[in-house]
């Protein structure tokens, strides 16, 4: 079946602009992640739902960042005023059930210039 | 705070060696750990997951959990230069998942 699917794959901005990044997880998975990954480092938690629950957004580094997931479904994470320190690869990932792992898109890699 | 600590590595074995991959968690109530693997410029891939105390084989990897010591690692038999990439380790606590930085692994011809 499709995995997650995540648009675009590569985003050039400049900075002070806002951009907005997608997520389509695998269907019928309840869960949804986003992460940020720095060139050579690990993965930074931004952003978790679960089903219809408030999602737990302990992980965005600022008020510049936001995301939804409409429908239980589709995600948007968006970034306000684009900064420099914002270049990242950003990963999405969907996960079934409470034990299972969870499965990764292919990421979004952004250059704020 | 829920921590996942992994050896940062590098690691470099020889093809055919035994490549052995360590995590250390911090949460006593973690129930389900997976291993991913991560190759440059792509995303992470889950490779194993193990949920019971013993090893688990699949293939050329075998992970291994001790929920007394907090541990869990990862074995890769007949190591392959195709096996080179960073090695995730994942903790997940509910419906949260808590990833180490990550394990890089080269396997020389």
């Known amino acids: 079946g499709a995995g997650v699917s995540q648009s675009p794959s590569n985003k050039v901005t400049e900075k002070g602009k806002d951009v907005e990044l997608r997520c389509d997880p695998i269907?019928?998975?309840?869960?949804l992640y986003w992460y940020r990954q720095s060139l050579g480092q690990g993965l930074e938690f931004l952003i978790y739902?679960?089903?219809?629950?408030?999602?737990?957004k302990s992980g965005l580094p600022s008020d510049r960042f936001s995301a939804e997931r409409t429908g239980g479904s589709v995600s948007t994470l968006t970034i306000q005023r684009t900064q420099q320190e914002d270049s990242a690869v950003y990963l999405c990932a969907s996960s079934a059930q409470r034990d299972t792992a969870s499965d990764f898109g292919a990421g979004t890699r952004l250059s704020v210039l | 705070q829920k921590e996942v600590e992994q050896n940062s590595g590098p690691l470099s074995v020889p093809e055919g060696a035994i490549a052995s991959l360590n995590c250390t968690y911090s949460d006593r109530v973690s129930q389900s750990f997976f291993w991913y693997r991560q190759y440059s410029g792509k995303s992470p891939e889950l490779i194993m997951s193990i949920y019971s105390n013993g090893d688990k084989e699949d293939g050329r990897f075998t992970a291994q959990l001790n929920k007394a010591s907090q541990y869990v690692s990862l074995l890769i038999r007949d190591s392959q230069p195709s096996d080179s990439a960073t090695y995730l380790c994942?903790?997940?606590?509910?419906?949260?998942?808590?990833f180490g930085k990550g394990t890089s692994l080269t396997v020389f011809p």
């Open positions: 269907s019928g998975h309840t869960a």
């Open positions: 994942a903790v997940k606590v509910g419906n949260q998942f808590y």
């Open positions: 739902f679960q089903g219809n629950s408030a999602p737990d």
